[in-house]
């Protein structure tokens, strides 16, 4: 299975919406008053899913970064161990 990011799962996710509302909009006509309450439902729905995605994907991003810059400490820290070791030799 392909590796997908983030921002093309929910890019995804929104387009199968979308054209999942328009397909049950051709083949189950409402009336134009239950037409604009569902689309204002859908559309709500919609709204949470791709808030609630987004906010994860940004907890997940900080925690990369921070994951990355505690190795580049790490790693900083090391290279500057090694150095004065050479330098006392």
């Known amino acids: ?3 997908m990011r983030g921002g093309e799962f929910v ?3 929104v ?3 979308l ?7 051709l083949f189950a006509p409402m ?3 239950e037409t604009r309450e569902f689309l204002k439902e859908r559309g709500g729905e919609l709204k949470d899913k791709v808030g609630k995605r987004t906010g994860e994907l940004v907890a997940t991003g900080r925690e990369k970064i921070k994951e990355g ?3 580049v400490a790490q790693a900083v820290r090391t ?3 090694r150095t004065q070791e050479e ?3």
């Open 15 to 17: 387009v199968g919406m």
């Open 69 to 71: 810059a505690q190795q």
């Open 1 to 3: 299975m392909a590796d």
């Open 87 to 89: 330098a006392s030799e």
């Open 19 to 25: 054209i999942g509302a328009a397909l049950g909009l």
């Open 11 to 13: 890019g995804g996710m």
């Open 31 to 33: 009336k134009g008053e």
């Open 79 to 81: 290279r500057v161990a």
